[in-house]
Antibody, heavy 117, light 107 residues
Framework: QVQLVESGGGLVKPGGSLGLSCAAS????????MNWIRQAPGKGLEWVSY????????HYADSVKGRFTISRDNAKNSLYLQMNSLRAEDTAVYYC??????????WGQGTLVTVSS | DIQLTQSPAFLSASVGDRVTITCRAS??????LAWYQQKPGKAPKLLIY???TLQSGVPSRFSGSGSGTQFTLTISSLQPEDFATYYCLQLNSYPWTFGQGTKVEIK
């Protein structure tokens, strides 16, 4: 069965960096595009970033462009999100998502990132 | 960027009620719209994609309609398990964007 397991969340100071990972299993990872979606505590959903199956096509939300970098390693069945220059407003649960919005999609359980001094 | 405006933000309804949630896009998005349901502490669940296609396994009381800039999600007879927050998502152009959500509460 499809499984997506995020890791790497935690507490970081404003201006700091953090890297998230998403381990995928149960499907051919290299065949699918992937996304990161986040949700601030008590707030709505925000799409963060997209990466195509080969890693050549990448898109970002305006709010993270220039600070976050999405990448993937198809040999390791893993998705990544490198977050730099973190701000308080980046505090959220970050979800790794396969196949967002065009039919059956799969979400991880999420990992909490807290940006606070 | 395309903005999605959902209405209402909050909805109080009773079991058995017909409920309609609207999502308006700031520019035309064809039928590139999905609807999600989220319950507290859980990841969102896809209900509808391509504006009107019911995701497999989703009860038929859920339906979606619309194209261009105006979309609706209808629950024909609200059930206890439907009390949740609902979001629309546009996938017409990057950056993809969600509506702000509609919380459906028990009257």
């Amino acid at each position: 069965q499809v499984q997506l397991v995020e890791s790497g969340g935690g507490l970081v100071k404003p201006g700091g960096s953090l890297g998230l990972s998403c381990a995928a299993s149960g499907f051919s990872f290299s065949d699918y595009y992937m996304n990161w979606i986040r949700q601030a505590p008590g707030k709505g959903l925000e799409w963060v970033s997209y990466i195509g199956n080969s890693g050549r096509t990448i898109h970002y939300a305006d709010s993270v462009k220039g600070r976050f970098t999405i990448s993937r390693d198809n040999a390791k069945n893993s998705l990544y999100l490198q977050m730099n220059s973190l701000r308080a407003e980046d505090t959220a649960v970050y979800y790794c998502v396969r196949d967002l919005g065009f039919g059956e999609d799969y979400w991880g359980q999420g990992t909490l990132v807290t940006v606070s001094s | 960027d395309i903005q999605l405006t959902q209405s209402p933000a909050f909805l109080s309804a009773s079991v058995g009620d017909r409920v309609t949630i609207t999502c308006r896009a700031s520019q035309g998005i064809s039928s590139y719209l999905a609807w999600y349901q989220q319950k507290p502490g859980k990841a969102p669940k896809l209900l509808i994609y391509a504006a009107s296609t019911l995701q497999s396994g989703v009860p038929s009381r859920f339906s979606g309609s619309g194209s261009g800039t105006q979309f609706t999600l209808t629950i024909s007879s609200l059930q206890p398990e439907d009390f949740a927050t609902y979001y629309c998502l546009q996938l017409n152009s990057y950056p993809w964007t969600f509506g702000q959500g509609t919380k459906v509460e028990i009257k």
